[in-house]
């Protein structure tokens, strides 16, 4: 029997149970029907025109994006808009679209973890445990973990572009802080985490590795002697939609799955 859109969302339920989402999330299965078949599958980072036009040509039956689309209600669905023409021509080819989101950055192998163990960190563990009933202590928002030794802030942005080289897509790495200062404890926060500044700083942390933050953060951080990482919302979570390729594909056997080989950061450096 061949697999369809149900099972695969099954397959992502146990590994991100949408669950761990957070409340202003989208999450779960966004376009499409459950009974509907999933023989081909993408996964991509964020749905855009051409990732879209990569799931058309490739046949692709359902995409696993890690940003939601829709994220937000929409008042309407029509040509006029970027998000609307995309869902149309989705809709039209028949290709489901499942987003796992926050509940993939926080999930036991998510993307926080998945980052904390690439960049070689021990004693690994949710910067914010999650609180909700029936989840395991192992789960939660970003991560937090020691490095074997200490590091210069400099080594260890040169440890996170290594685990991160994607080469044109990385967009350049940002730091905040003296080359030479030592850092030793380390806080994760995949994507847009400049929110997690504040907790880094109370579980005492001397840096904090995030895709992006804002001008501001940057100067609290300086402030409070706090190293920031900064290797671009892109390269801190793309890679991930790789391992989830592989996932799907050891899980549902019959599939054929590929992470997107047109998506790029619409970010470059000059």
């Known amino acids: 029997m061949s697999s369809t859109i149900g099972e695969a969302v099954n397959c992502l339920e146990q590994f991100a149970p949408t669950a761990l989402a957070e409340e202003w999330d989208n999450v779960g299965l966004l376009v499409g029907n459950l009974s509907w078949p999933a023989l081909r599958v993408m996964t991509c980072l964020t749905i855009t025109p051409s990732t879209?036009?990569?799931a058309i040509d490739g046949r692709a039956e359902l995409i696993v994006t890690h940003h939601p689309l829709p994220f937000r209600p929409l008042r309407s669905i029509t040509t006029d808009t970027t998000a609307g023409r995309m869902l149309l021509e989705l809709i039209a080819a028949r290709i489901g679209v499942y987003s796992a989101h926050t509940a993939f950055d926080s999930a036991q192998a998510g993307i926080n973890q998945h980052l904390a163990i690439g960049l070689g960190l021990q004693q690994i563990e949710p910067l914010i445990p999650a609180s909700k009933e029936g989840l395991t202590d192992d789960v939660g928002r970003g991560r937090v973990g020691l490095v074997g030794e200490e590091l210069t802030l400099r080594e260890m942005t040169e440890r996170v572009k290594s685990f991160l080289d994607m080469g044109d897509a990385s967009g350049g790495t940002q730091?905040?802080?003296?080359?030479?200062?030592?850092?030793?404890?380390?806080?994760?926060?995949?994507?847009?985490?400049?929110?997690?500044?504040?907790?880094?700083?109370?579980?005492?942390?001397?840096?904090?590795?995030?895709?992006?933050?804002?001008?501001?953060?940057?100067?609290?951080?300086?402030?409070?002697?706090?190293?920031?990482?900064?290797?671009?919302?892109?390269?801190?979570?793309?890679?991930?939609?790789?391992?989830?390729?592989?996932?799907?594909?050891?899980?549902?056997?019959?599939?054929?799955?590929?992470?997107?080989?047109?998506?790029?950061?619409?970010?470059?450096?000059?």
Not at 191 to 205: M, P, Q, R, V
Not at 257 to 268: F, G, H, I, M, Q
Request: charged letters at 20%.
């Open 52 to 54: 879209v036009a990569e």
């Open 175 to 270: 730091i905040v802080g003296s080359d030479d200062c030592l850092v030793s404890r380390i806080a994760i926060a995949c994507g847009s985490g400049g929110s997690f500044l504040e907790t880094a700083i109370e579980k005492n942390c001397d840096c904090l590795v995030t895709g992006e933050a804002n001008f501001h953060t940057c100067l609290e951080a300086e402030a409070r002697g706090v190293g920031l990482i900064l290797p671009g919302h892109f390269a801190s979570e793309r890679f991930a939609m790789l391992s989830m390729a592989d996932y799907l594909s050891e899980q549902l056997s019959d599939i054929t799955v590929w992470a997107s080989r047109t998506e790029r950061n619409p970010l470059r450096s000059v």
